[in-house]
T-cell receptor, first 117, second 109 residues
Framework: GAGVSQSPRYKVAKRGQDVALRCDPI?????LFWYQQALGQGPEFLTY????????KSGLPSDRFFAERPEGSVSTLKIQRTQQEDSAVYLC???????????????FGNGTRLTVT | DAKTTQPPSMDCAEGRAANLPCNHS???????VYWYRQIHSQGPQYIIH???NNETNEMASLIITEDRKSSTLILPHATLRDTAVYYC??????????FGQGTELSVKP
């Protein structure tokens, strides 16, 4: 079946531009996570949605980062006034059930590679 | 902060079993151990998870010690396509996965 889909696959932005990254989770999945992965590092948690509610945004590095999931399915991660340090792969993951169940795996997309020049 | 410790790299001969260790000495009673792997330019791929019993699926086996302070992921017959970074993760309260640095497994012919 269809997995988690992310677009675009690659994005190049000039410093100061705004970008929007899209995530299409697996249909019916309640939970949605965003991660940031710098080169040579493990993924780092950014934010979590249960349906349309953003329940955890503790990992967002600054107020330039904003995520939404208005109808509880597709999610968008927006980065305003991009900086060079924002260059990374942005990963989205979804899970069938809510965060109270630790027994449901996260399924990841292949990410969007953002390069800020 | 990651709650697991893994060796940074390991080698394995093709066709042999790959045994990847992980220490998670501070794990709590209701926290699951998850294993993922990541091949270059792809997202992390789910392998297996467990709470306290040993688990097996079509990809791998997971052996968790009785005190739950460590575990081992076993790939029974490693192939070149199993070359990847393997992450052992304790799933914490709130449901998120906190990744560490992982083990870079190289399967050699």
């Amino acid at each position: 079946g269809a997995g988690v889909s992310q677009s675009p696959r690659y994005k190049v932005a000039k410093r100061g531009q705004d970008v929007a990254l899209r995530c299409d989770p697996i249909s019916g999945h309640v939970s949605l996570f965003w991660y940031q992965q710098a080169l040579g590092q493990g993924p780092e948690f950014l934010t979590y949605f249960q349906n349309e509610a953003q329940l955890d945004k503790s990992g967002l590095p600054s107020d330039r980062f904003f995520a939404e999931r208005p109808e509880g399915s597709v999610s968008t991660l927006k980065i305003q006034r991009t900086q060079q340090e924002d260059s990374a792969v942005y990963l989205c993951a979804s899970s069938l059930v809510g965060r109270s169940s630790y027994n449901s795996p996260l399924h990841f997309g292949n990410g969007t590679r953002l390069t800020v020049t | 902060d990651a709650k697991t410790t893994q060796p940074p790299s390991m080698d394995c001969a093709e066709g042999r079993a790959a045994n990847l260790p992980c220490n998670h000495s501070t794990i709590s009673g209701n926290e699951y151990v998850y294993w993922y792997r990541q091949i270059h330019s792809q997202g992390p791929q789910y392998i297996i998870h467990g709470l306290k019993n040993n688990e097996t699926n079509e990809m791998a086996s997971l052996i968790i010690t009785e005190d739950r302070k460590s575990s081992t992921l076993i790939l029974p017959h490693a192939t070149l396509r199993d070359t990847a970074v393997y992450y052992c993760i304790v799933r914490v309260a709130g449901g998120k996965l906190i990744f560490g640095q992982g083990t870079e497994l190289s399967v050699k012919p």
